[in-house]
């Protein structure tokens, strides 16, 4: 792409080329110190993706956390999440409110769960609210609570309607 041309006929020498020794060839004042071209971030390149954060089974974790990131969650915590992605493993507990993009639940949520994309699988126990965009609950998952469906469930200041119970759903639609 680039040809080595002659350009630099008093500077740096050209590959194959001796440089003489001149002392007139002298630099006025030492070059900068130059970063390694692997820590400046190349515009318009994506950023790689940090690995999941993995919180294991013999940890317990009291007070809240945040990430933008993935977390699967195989110990117990207690306090609220808020993840791009959080899987909560099957031998795992939270207890508060879990926030996420995605959330797939193969373990014991005991809080509200909101998310865009909301998964309980079989082996799913769920005590609390869940509000959610799209969910999809598998046979053998247990739930105590309400389910309630909105555009943005991330947004927590939402003017929406109080989520409604299972059975009182089928109540109201009754008495219509």
Do not use: Y
Request: charged share 25%.
């Amino acid at each position: 792409m680039f040809s080595k041309t002659r350009i630099n006929e008093g500077g740096t020498p050209v590959d194959g080329e001796a440089k003489q020794a001149n002392p007139a060839d002298k630099p006025a004042a030492p070059a900068p110190a130059q970063r390694p071209a692997a820590a400046d971030p190349v515009p318009g390149k994506p950023k790689t993706k940090a690995p999941t954060s993995l919180i294991s089974s013999d940890l317990t974790i009291t007070g809240n956390m945040k990430t933008s990131g993935d977390v699967q969650v195989e110990g117990i915590i207690e306090g609220d999440i808020r993840a791009h992605l959080l899987t909560v493993g099957e031998g795992a507990t939270i207890r508060g409110e879990v926030v996420a993009d995605d959330v797939v639940v193969d373990g014991r949520v005991i809080g509200r769960v909101r998310g865009l994309k909301v998964r309980l699988t079989s082996t799913a126990r769920v005590e609390g609210d869940i509000i959610h965009k799209t969910i999809a609950i598998e046979s053998g998952a247990h739930f105590e609570g309400s389910v309630q469906r909105q555009d943005d469930p991330l947004n927590t200041n939402s003017g929406g309607q109080a989520p409604v119970p299972l059975g009182a759903a089928a109540a109201e639609a009754k008495k219509a």
